[in-house]
């Protein structure tokens, strides 16, 4: 049995380029930089980032082209592929790739800053912030703790 399929998560490197074929099918390129975090043995905190070049085809690849930008947080989930040919030098050149199956889009970057956006720090309530009870019979006594 054999198996080619990767996911990855992570941000876009530049924005996607979209191009059609000579037959008119639509294809997208664009990068993705995906993070690992671990603790090495001395205890110190390592970080190791991978860069991915990502393409698209078809529909989906008009939609990377009309909602993803440099920056947005996208899910890939497709096969590699490496191919090779020779440039204009006659230098042979090789290039690994994501061909991808599906892509779920992150939340855009105003959105996320909205969502996540704490509320202005308000000062902390004195005493005599408090609200005033005006009746004597909202005043709690034991009574009413219902344990």
Sequence with gaps: MNLNKVFIIGNLTRDVNLSNTPSGRSVANFGVATNRVWVNANGQKQQETEFHNVVVWGKMAEL??????????????????????????????????????????????????EQFKMPPEQPEAGIEDLPVLEEESEKATPDDIPF
């Design 64 to 113: 990377c082209n009309q909602y993803l930008g440099k920056g947005r947080l996208v899910f890939v989930e497709g096969r590699i592929r490496t191919r090779s040919w020779a440039d204009s030098n006659e230098q042979k050149r090789v290039r690994t790739e994501i061909i991808a199956e599906n892509i779920s889009f992150g939340p855009r970057k105003v959105q996320e800053e």
